[in-house]
């Protein structure tokens, strides 16, 4: 992280009541300005294989590595994974997850993503989501014939158009945009989309000032009040601005 900038960082994973396996996974990496959320996909053999390589690929990026490189070789981590599970479906069985990754490189951020997890900015008293979901119910939602909320938890939600490890060519789609003193930045997969509605997170997040009372809230709100029906995981990343005495970097959990 460049001087002049400080952030706070936590994670949150959980199986949930429902399902017996947790297939999802995430990365942390403070020193590259990195965060990454997959969700294995649960209707294939080895879902939770699939998104645990994705956080591997993170944690194995070289440290030091120059801020001008962590997007492009992050790509290139996950297309070895693509490539790798794709290879692997005919001794083993078919795997695949979603990934969503944001890059914080001050002044700006960036995010990458494919499936349905999420990103999402929460900035004064709005929660703005950086991502659109590729799933079937989402194309429901860009053709007017549905509203977010309802394809969230509609059954064509679960049909992915785009994962890591199931088509021949991996598709990942971009976005961009400037920091803000005080952003929170929110990376999650869809077991805390389809429990809780936005007005719901950006609650809970507005109302908690330490980020990881924010965190534990947000986790029992879906896994124990709302008996969340999927594996629920988030990483939350709050960036401030650095003032004169202060470290470069914030808690990271």
């Known amino acids: 992280m460049s001087l002049g900038w400080r952030f706070a960082a936590t994670a949150r994973s959980a199986a949930g009541p429902v399902r017996a396996h947790n297939e999802d996974a995430f990365a942390l990496r403070p020193d590259l300005g990195l965060w990454l959320v997959a969700d294995g996909m649960g209707g294939l053999v080895r879902g939770e294989r699939a998104s645990r390589l994705l956080a591997e690929a993170a944690l194995q990026l070289p440290a030091g590595l120059p801020p001008r490189e962590v997007e492009s070789m992050m790509v290139r981590a996950i297309e070895a994974v693509h490539e790798r599970l794709l290879g692997e479906a005919i001794g083993f069985g078919p795997s695949g997850s979603t990934v969503a990754v944001l890059l914080v490189k001050p002044p700006g951020w960036r995010v990458l993503w494919a499936g349905d997890s999420r990103i999402g900015l929460v900035r004064g008293n709005d929660l703005a989501w950086l991502t659109t979901d590729h799933n079937l119910a989402a194309e429901l939602v860009r053709s007017g014939r549905m509203d977010d909320w309802n394809a ?102």
């Open 152 to 253: 969230r938890r509609h059954p064509l939600a679960s049909r992915l158009t785009r994962a890591v490890g199931v088509d021949e060519e991996l598709v990942l789609d971009r976005a961009a945009g400037r920091l803000a003193e005080g952003d929170l930045f929110l990376l999650c997969s869809d077991g805390l989309t389809g429990e809780l509605n936005d007005a719901e997170i950006r609650d809970v997040l507005l109302a908690e000032t330490e980020l990881e009372r924010a965190a534990d809230r947000l986790l029992a709100l879906a896994v124990e009040e709302r008996q969340a029906r999927d594996n629920v995981t988030f990483v939350l990343v709050r960036v401030q601005r650095q003032r004169q005495g202060e470290g470069s970097e914030g808690d990271e959990r």
